[in-house]
């Protein structure tokens, strides 16, 4: 069962921030970040694991509610560079294969 | 450090036919793992190979196979093609499974 993303898209102007939620009706073991643009492959953002910390670089971050099994990716000051559509993979306890989400298109305006 | 690299990036197939797609990880990664894109079903997992052993295989039928060589080199299979088998498969290579993922360029296999 996939986790659900939300929301499906968005449009921003550049420098207005972002919050892409992902859930899981299952207990998570790890979520994992993904940023896919037009016509290219994935790229790895950030891995969040079960009692770990809220993970970020530059201005994207990312947190993990173990108790809700929910994951927020937050993007702030969002840049045109920031495009894309974001998936985020879920890993659950017993079942160590990434599962991703349906993804969240982002779109961002000068 | 060279990228994952996928071949052919196209194939054009008709139904009934086979296909063998290959992937090279990234050197020292011997986590190998497969997904189909479509616009309608977005990233499905197939199966995930870790040192020449399937560790995981996702709900994808019998048609769907594949293998890792002793090089983490990774080959998929489809035998008898469906026009619904038409999408993108991507490679993904990692050190170890569960550790973030290199995806490759995709093959792009479309069936008539």
């Known amino acids: 069962q996939q986790p659900v993303q939300s929301p499906q898209a968005v449009i921003l102007r550049e420098g207005e921030d972002a919050v892409i939620n992902c859930s899981s009706s299952?207990?998570?073991?790890?979520v994992h970040w993904y940023r896919q643009k037009h016509g290219e492959a994935p790229v790895f953002l950030m891995i969040l694991l079960k009692g770990g910390e809220q993970k970020g670089h530059d201005k994207i971050s990312a947190s993990f509610n173990e108790k809700k099994q929910q994951s927020s990716l937050y993007l702030t000051a969002s840049q045109l560079s920031y495009s894309g559509t974001y998936f985020c993979g879920t890993e659950d306890f017993g079942n160590e294969k990434l599962t991703f989400g349906t993804g969240t298109r982002l779109t961002i305006i000068p | 450090k060279a990228g994952v690299t996928q071949t052919p990036r196209y194939l054009i197939k008709t139904r009934g036919q086979q296909v063998t797609l290959s992937c090279s990880p990234i050197s020292g990664h011997r986590s190998v793992s497969w997904y189909q894109q479509t616009p309608g079903q977005g990233l499905q997992f197939l199966f995930e190979?870790?040192?020449?052993?399937?560790?995981n295989k996702g709900n994808f039928p019998g048609r769907f196979s594949g293998r890792q060589f002793s090089n983490s080199r990774s080959e998929m299979n489809v035998s008898t093609l469906e026009l619904g088998d038409s999408a993108l498969y991507l490679c993904?290579?990692?050190?170890?499974?569960?550790?973030?993922?290199?995806f490759g360029p995709g093959t792009r296999l479309t069936v008539t």
């Open positions: 993904a290579s990692s050190f170890e499974p569960s550790y973030e993922q290199y």
């Open positions: 190979y870790f040192s020449e052993t399937q560790r």
């Open positions: 299952k207990a998570l073991y790890s």
